[in-house]
């Protein structure tokens, strides 16, 4: 669940950046 969550982040930052 953690890499999951960690995965999301790391993916959505640029998305949201």
Do not use: V
């Not at 982040?9 to 998305?15: N, V």
């Amino acid at each position: 669940m953690e890499q999951n969550l960690t995965s999301l982040a790391l993916g959505m930052s640029p998305w949201m950046g």
